[in-house]
């Protein structure tokens, strides 16, 4: 599934049932459902048209710290700013930690 | 001159006979002389599978990696047939059954079958149904009826693969009865770490093992769940953390960082660290090989999978070396250890305390 076949007009991306419940790796060399590919086909599109989106988070089987800061770090290396990002990104999930895990990923790539 | 008699002269003639022969025998070639009969110990070597399959003990540690070094040997380098006896083999613990399963595969992968290998089979109950439970009495070419029923053996469930697909580790994580959503998540997290450094770093050179294998990659994973705790474990027989770790620092301004680091932990300025050493400085230094800020938090991911768990213990076994880390009563406690031989790749086993009563 990518983000052509899914309303990028609606405002929630469900890892989990969007994109894959087994997210694993950072780059697309790595295997099927990478961190590079995700920020690819969902994070990208999103922050080029300014939209305002909620990430569910919570409907995997769990995530790798390589794919969450390529993923979102990684938007930093291509040069969106942290508050763009933080604009656009809302983070759904039970678990705080893993929404704090994300946005060190992001402001730490900004210092970079 | 007396003449001889019919005897005497009959007995000269044996005599004379004898002594044609034995100076016949003396001047034959070699190969024409009459060879025993093969038995069939001269067409195959027999090697003896050690009784417990077991890493973390140094006996059993040593008596496995010869066990496994001769395997490697004889069949993938030297091309030679060569049976297993298992019949003295009495127990098989998670982390020496998957390095062995893990290696027979390569075997197989790069030979494109294991006819060179047969097995005497085990006389333990036990043993016969896990050889026969993850296929290895198969792979050996024996077609045992043994039928699987120990529970605690039709639980060890078994992934492996090349890529980053965590899909099958996911799922059997998932299927674990007795392993709450939080704790199962965290084992997904160091399990697709772990496979993450496959694809990235694990293979970078030649496996130091004689094979010479150019362009290989894997990995296997073991989770067997039992009444009172879960083992995870996750193998690749790439070139181990001591050879990447010194790669990832070499040339660039974090090498007197990480010489200050072994310093501070071991507290000696040595020359050369053991692989033990370089395993607990590899978690310490929180790098990969390309010295980026945001790259190399695997190792600690593989940490992150038993913290806040209490009785949780994580081993990593590199090449030589092994790390164990342990969380009791809230405080955790490492500590390292070197073995004389050398698993050429890494293990890491992940052990959490699940309870009883737990229904998910």
Redesign the interface.
Known sequence: MNASTINVTTTNIDIGKDFS???????E??????GELFRAEFLVPVLNSHQQITIELDNT???????L?EAF?GLV?LGYSSAQIKTAITFHSE?PSLIEEIEE?IL??EQ? | MKRLSTDDRLAWIRLSNKREKKHLKRIQPLNNRRKPKKSLTHSSDILKAPEVFELIKSRHHKKLLEFIGKLRDKVLIQKNKVIVDFSSTKSMVVCGTLLFFSELHRIERELGSLNLVSCIPPKDETVSQVLKHLGILNMLNNNSPIIPKRVDVINWKTASGE?????K???I??EQSKLPK?K??????GV??A??NV??HAYMDLRNDGANIVGEKGWWMFCREEDDHISVAFCDLGVGIPITLPKTIEGNKEESLFKTILQTLFGSDKVKYSDGELIRAAIEIKRSRTQ????G??L??MIKAIDNTQGGRLTILSNKGCYLYNLNNTKPSEDIKNYKDSIFGTLIIWSLPISRDYRG
């Open positions: 419940h087994y997210p694993a790796g950072r780059y060399t790595d295997g099927p459902f990478n089987a769990g995530y790798g710290s390589s794919f800061e770090g290396r678990d990923y730490d790539a970079d | 890529i980053t697909d965590a899909t580790v996911g799922q994580l998932e939080d199962s998540k965290k084992l997904y997290r697709s770490e496979m993450t694809s990235q980026k800020r945001h790259r938090k695997g600690l991911d």
